[in-house]
């Protein structure tokens, strides 16, 4: 399945490597430069497909559970202060998401959307630190029945645009879809300190179905 947040991207790459194969098979009179057009096109559209397939997911249940929003690895994990949206001590989990990954976002936690913010910043590698501050993000709070979860969509290098579906005071589900970052990017989750961390750096995630942290 290609998911609905890239239908723009999908369909005017595939229309256009479907051009180039049809034209290069008509008009193109050498071998060598035929072929090759068919074989740049097809990997083209390969890849195309792969960024943008959207796979089914089955979400672990749990008020408690704070899940991945991202499929990637976990590159980061360390104690901080988050005072905009939790207003207390953290834990920042990092996913950095490679663009052979998924790219379509979830839910960390079920509860209603409390902060949305649009930051129109830099394009740093996402698996640089400063990514995290300096990069174009959008920063997402969410209030469950356990706590709150502050989650950015943060682009990196060649990410160029950042799909956010949600409004404040939306009523969410964990592992739901929401949006996705285009061609390679990150993903930072800030859970309250408290908070019992279930993943380690270097783990791979799923999004909607990697159990990242523990509520209490």
Same mark, same amino acid.
């Given at each position: 399945?290609?998911?609905?947040?890239?239908?723009?991207?999908?369909?005017?790459?595939?229309?256009?490597?479907?051009?180039?194969?049809?034209?290069?098979?008509?008009?193109?009179?050498?071998?060598?430069?035929?072929?090759?057009?068919?074989?740049?096109?097809?990997?083209?559209?390969?890849?195309?497909?792969?960024?943008?397939?959207?796979?089914?997911?089955? =979400? $672990?249940?749990?008020?408690?559970?704070?899940?991945? @929003?991202?499929? &990637? #690895?976990?590159?980061?994990? *360390?104690?901080?202060?988050?005072?905009?949206?939790?207003?207390?001590?953290?834990?920042?989990?990092?996913?950095?998401? =490679? $663009?052979?990954?998924?790219?379509?976002?979830?839910? @960390?936690?079920? &509860? #209603?959307?409390?902060?949305? *913010?649009?930051?129109?910043?830099?394009?740093?590698?996402?698996?640089?630190?400063?990514?995290?501050?300096?990069?174009?993000?959008?920063?997402?709070?969410?209030?469950?029945?356990?706590?709150?979860?502050?989650?950015?969509?943060?682009?990196?290098?060649?990410?160029?645009?950042?799909?956010?579906?949600?409004?404040?005071?939306?009523?969410?589900?964990?592992?739901?879809?929401?949006?996705?970052?285009?061609?390679?990017?990150?993903?930072?989750?800030?859970?309250?300190?408290?908070?019992?961390?279930?993943?380690?750096?270097?783990?791979?995630?799923?999004?909607?179905?990697?159990?990242?942290?523990?509520?209490?």
């Amino acid at each position: 399945m290609i998911t609905k947040y890239g239908y723009d991207v999908f369909f005017t790459v595939s229309i256009i490597c479907l051009l180039l194969i049809v034209l290069s098979l008509i008009f193109v009179e050498p071998k060598i430069p035929k072929y090759c057009v068919v074989a740049l096109s097809v990997v083209l559209l390969g890849l195309t497909i792969n960024f943008f397939r959207d796979p089914e997911r089955t =979400s $672990p249940t749990g008020e408690s559970l704070v899940l991945s @929003p991202a499929d &990637g #690895k976990i590159i980061a994990i *360390r104690q901080l202060d988050e005072k905009e949206f939790l207003g207390s001590g953290a834990t920042l989990i990092s996913v950095f998401m =490679s $663009p052979l990954n998924v790219h379509v976002n979830r839910n @960390p936690i079920s &509860g #209603k959307v409390k902060y949305l *913010r649009y930051v129109k910043g830099e394009y740093f590698a996402a698996f640089e630190d400063k990514a995290s501050e300096k990069n174009e993000q959008m920063l997402i709070g969410i209030e469950g029945a356990l706590g709150r979860v502050l989650f950015k969509q943060i682009a990196g290098f060649i990410a160029r645009r950042i799909v956010c579906t949600l409004k404040m005071e939306d009523t969410v589900k964990a592992g739901e879809r929401f949006g996705m970052i285009k061609f390679g990017s990150r993903v930072d989750v800030f859970v309250p300190a408290t908070a019992s961390v279930r993943a380690k750096v270097g783990d791979e995630t799923v999004a909607g179905e990697t159990v990242l942290a523990e509520l209490h």
